[in-house]
């Protein structure tokens, strides 16, 4: 037994050390799929001194760290595949300060994004990045992750909105880039580079978050078309016509099918494609604006388009998308939601190839997305044990061959969900060894004992 729990647990109190198997299960996973990975201990940090603390020590006794939020991860980010400590900031969860005259937040990293959202809007103001778990994840999640979320097409991802940060070093140096203020370019982008970082480079203990006034009125449409190259017309119609929706969300065929029996709203048989449109600002500019956003879904084809009539409704067409990564997962045995990144005007070539793919290896799969990044989730799904070889096999040619078509297509592995270990084997084919080397080196100035989530992100 390492010397160093028996510290922590002195130093913190045993509550906030867990070391018993039964209660480290929940540090174990992450919504990855992977592992489990079961950590030597999880220490549940309440300040930046604790958090300090724990990266002094394990600095000092060669213990590696992972960083951990609320786990919702996709790509094992959060897994503690060295063992170690996983340190988990699920505790820190206070809105230390909305500001309505600066138009900032300043947060523990363990509020919950939601949370947020309520609290911004509750004061007239607005946090736009949306990932589509704000509901489970947490901020200081979110900025390692760069998450994004179907609002980015209009507000850009999570780093447009940290300004500041406070985080701690490996070695418990604490450092506060960034600043306050609406501008500055005071040194390096030290944030921007912490932004996405996969809690490789420091423990985020505190984070500054630029606010927007919240937009007048929002309105939505849902239009279905016979197939995805139709609503592809749709989309890059409504950008020509110089309109910037908040979020353009598509749904393949295979994903209408799985949501069909639990939406709400009646999905007429034989749809193909469904796009999500939703437009905020001005409420007197809003409903000329929704309408001929309409007009261009008609125009391309669309076989029904919906205007929401009223808030209820809004939410009731909204859940139409957000049930469908839920809806994949309860109807099959194994699902693999990969989060790949094309231009735009690569989304209706990426889905015939997908289409291609599934056929290839004899694998269901089921595209939906965030259509106005080119963002595409593409599941693949079977009723088969993932686990027997030869599924295993096809499964991993099929991941191949859509991260080969996703990068023919100029495309990238991730446009959200990160790298972590799920993805790393991958990162060569996408960057060249000199990208890599530098990214590696930069890690090692940060943490030149190499402890603080070990082996993520480049293949090892
Ligand atoms: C149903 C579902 C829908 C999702 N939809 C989206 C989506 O629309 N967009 C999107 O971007 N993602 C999405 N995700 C993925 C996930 O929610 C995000 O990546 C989120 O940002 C993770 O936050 P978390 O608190 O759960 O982090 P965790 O899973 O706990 O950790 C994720 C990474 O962040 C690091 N980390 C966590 N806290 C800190 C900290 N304080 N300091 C330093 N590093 C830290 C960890 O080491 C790890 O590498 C979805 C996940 C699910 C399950």
Redesign the pocket.
């Known amino acids: 037994m390492r010397p160093i729990f028996d510290i922590l647990a002195r130093e913190l109190g045993t509550a906030k050390v867990l070391r018993d198997e039964a209660r480290l299960e929940a540090y174990a996973r ?2 990855s799929g992977l592992g489990p990975y079961p950590p030597e201990a999880a220490v549940l940090c309440d300040s930046v001194e604790e958090i300090q603390l724990v990266l002094r020590l394990a600095d000092e006794h060669r213990v590696p760290v ?10 094992g ?2 897994l503690a595949t060295h063992g170690g400590i996983v340190l988990s ?1 699920e505790r ?1 969860q206070r809105i230390k300060e909305i500001d309505p005259a600066d138009l900032v937040a300043v947060v523990e ?2 509020v919950i ?1 939601g949370v947020l959202q309520d609290a911004a809007e509750a004061a007239g103001l607005f946090y736009p990045p ?5 509901a ?15 609002r980015a097409f209009k507000y850009g ?2 780093r447009e909105y940290v300004i500041g940060l406070e ?1 701690v070093l490996m070695g418990g140096t604490r450092l506060r880039p960034g600043r306050r203020t609406a501008k500055g370019v005071t040194g390096y982008d030290v944030v921007g580079l912490f932004c996405g ?9 505190e984070i500054t978050l630029k606010l927007l006034p919240k937009p007048q009125g929002v309105a939505l449409l849902l239009a279905v078309f016979a197939d995805p190259v139709k609503a592809g017309e749709a989309i890059t119609a409504i950008i020509r016509k110089g309109y910037r929706p908040r979020a353009l969300e598509l749904m393949d065929r295979a994903s209408i099918d799985h949501v069909r029996p639990k939406a709400t709203y009646p999905i007429p048989v034989g749809a193909g494609a469904i796009v999500i449109c939703e437009l905020d600002g001005d409420e007197a500019a809003l409903a000329p604006a929704v309408e001929r956003c309409a007009q261009a879904c008609d125009e391309s084809g669309a076989t029904e388009v919906v205007i929401a009539a009223d808030e209820a409704q809004r939410r009731r067409l909204w859940e139409t998308r957000r049930i469908t ?2 809806s994949l997962r309860h109807a099959h045995r194994y699902k693999v939601s990969e ?1 790949i990144c094309v231009p735009r005007s690569a989304i209706a070539e990426m889905l015939r190839r997908v289409d291609k793919i599934g056929a290839r290896h004899d694998l269901l799969m089921a595209t939906f997305g ?1 259509a106005g990044d080119g963002n595409l989730h593409v599941n693949v799904l079977t009723d088969e044990d993932h686990r027997e070889a030869a599924v295993a096999a096809r499964i991993q040619g099929a991941l191949g061959d859509i991260f080969k078509d996703t990068l023919s297509l100029r495309g990238t592995l991730s ?4 790298i ?1 270990i799920a993805k790393q084997k991958y990162m060569p084919w996408e960057q060249a060894p000199e990208l890599i080397e530098v990214q590696k080196k930069l890690k090692l100035t940060l943490d030149p004992k190499n402890l603080l ?1 070990p082996g ?1 992100i480049f293949p090892t």
């Open positions: 992450d919504e992972v960083p951990r939020g609320l786990g919702t991860g996709m790509t980010g959060a900031t820190m990293p363990g994004t949306d990932p589509a778990s704000l489970m994840c947490s901020l200081g999640g979110n900025v390692a992750e760069n998450a994004g979320g179907p991802v999570t985080t970082s996969e809690g490789t480079f420091g423990v985020s203990s990564s839920p989060d965030h446009g959200e969900h990160g972590g989530n993520k």
